[in-house]
């Protein structure tokens, strides 16, 4: 998997290289930036998978200023920890960037007017964020090892409306959105009272980037209906399996009592593995497994921070709504072709061989054969998801 994701990365530079030499003195385009927002837990800053290549500093966009925070070099896992958790780290300031010296992470916690705690991002339960993150941008398993994250910490709508304010940020993911729930049928978690965020991510889809949410693992989950999932707006990520297809009760590949359990990904745009290594949340590189939607759509959100870098590489800019078109488009499906393959599987899975391909179209090096079918699918998907949004999780 690392050696793959190795290769594109290496397909897409080239991909990117223009015809004629660039200037010694032009600089590189920056890297993609990816923010991580609605997770509830803390994370594993102390990783080397989110380290730089070099290990030194990572280069920030311009105008971005952070505070920096230097990683201990001295004792193990639990020593260092503690020194972090007595540092700014430990107990975030509102409203101030940190950068994590050697790595590709700055921290932020929004001011928010709920309360909600932010100061538990080192102390905190660190498993689901750390495999949130490095899905993304991990060294090893991440789909855009240069990319940058931005772990935005806090719930509600804070963390969306400050991403919303930062033209810096490229690309923003959700596996876990926080809102308020009322009693449902799955133990309390039957669906959203306010639509937080809604306006936020509105924002930041209609100035040119791309968010990205998980569609949910199983039937009885609200997650394809509350904000930011139901918004038509947003780009909804299913998981699949090594060969791209859905994941169906009475699967055989995946071991995880979870997914035994008669649990069933629900309709979604494109899919990403949802079984695979990911950095542990308690050593400095130790893996984990990890998945569901909850992995599957940050690696289709690095997935999209590779176009981004290929497009600035040959246009100076990016489009999110070109991106958003080119991995659906590039998608692979498993399934026979049939009217009903996109309530299945979406437009299929993503891998690297077709975000390849993708990279090849935005440098007129390649063509994407037309999805009427399911784009006509798509549009009715996104018609529906609209209506309901709006009268359902909207309406309080």
């Not at 540092?87 to 950068?99: F, I, Q, V």
């Not at 990520?237 to 359990?261: I, K, L, Q």
């Not at 999110?320 to 009903?340: S, W, Y």
């Not at 690297?352 to 006509?376: I, K």
Request: aromatic fraction near 6%; hydrophobic fraction near 45%.
């Amino acid at each position: 998997m690392a050696s793959t994701i190795a290769r594109l990365a290496v397909l897409v530079a080239v991909l990117a290289a223009p015809a004629a030499a660039a200037p010694a003195t032009a600089a590189p385009p920056r890297p993609s930036v990816i923010a991580v927002v609605g997770e509830p837990g803390g994370l594993n800053v102390l990783h080397t998978d989110f380290r730089t290549r070099d290990g030194r500093d990572a280069v920030l966009p311009a105008g971005v200023r952070a505070v920096r925070v230097a990683l201990p070099r001295t004792g193990d896992f639990a020593a260092r920890t503690a020194t972090l958790a007595a540092g700014p780290l430990g107990h975030l300031k509102a409203g101030t960037l940190y950068y994590v010296a050697g790595t590709r992470l700055l921290v932020y916690a929004p001011r928010d007017p709920v309360g909600r705690s932010t100061t538990d991002i080192v102390t905190g339960d660190r498993l689901h964020a750390t495999g949130v993150v490095d899905a993304a941008i991990g060294r090893r398993y991440g789909t855009a090892p240069d990319a940058l994250a931005v772990f935005v910490a806090g719930g509600g709508a804070a963390p969306w409306e400050w991403v919303a304010t930062q033209p810096w940020v490229d690309i923003a993911t959700t596996s876990a959105y926080g809102t308020p729930q009322v009693a449902g049928s799955n133990g309390g978690t039957g669906g959203s009272v306010l639509c937080e965020g809604a306006a936020a991510v509105r924002r930041i889809v209609a100035s040119g980037r791309l968010v990205f949410a998980s569609s949910g693992n199983t039937t009885d989950q609200p997650e394809a209906l509350v904000s930011p999932n139901g918004l038509p707006e947003v780009f909804q990520v299913g998981g699949v399996d090594a060969a791209g297809r859905s994941w169906r009760p009475g699967h055989t590949e995946e071991s995880d009592p979870f997914y035994a359990g008669a649990n069933v990904v629900r309709p979604y745009e494109t899919g990403e593995l949802f079984s695979f290594p990911a950095a542990a949340p308690d050593s400095f590189a130790g893996t984990v497994h990890f998945g569901g939607t909850s992995g599957a759509t940050p690696r289709t959100a690095g997935w999209a921070a590779l176009l981004v870098a290929a497009a600035r590489a040959a246009r100076g800019r990016f489009d999110g709504a070109e991106v958003a078109g080119l991995l659906r488009h590039a998608a692979v499906p498993a399934e026979a072709a049939g009217p009903g393959r996109y309530f299945v599987e979406g437009y299929g899975a993503l891998n690297a061989s077709a975000v390849a391909r993708a990279a090849a179209v935005l440098h007129g090096r390649g063509t994407l054969p037309a999805r009427p079918d399911e784009d006509a699918a798509s549009a009715a998907t996104r018609q529906a998801r609209a209506a309901l949004f709006n009268a359902v999780r909207c309406s309080a």
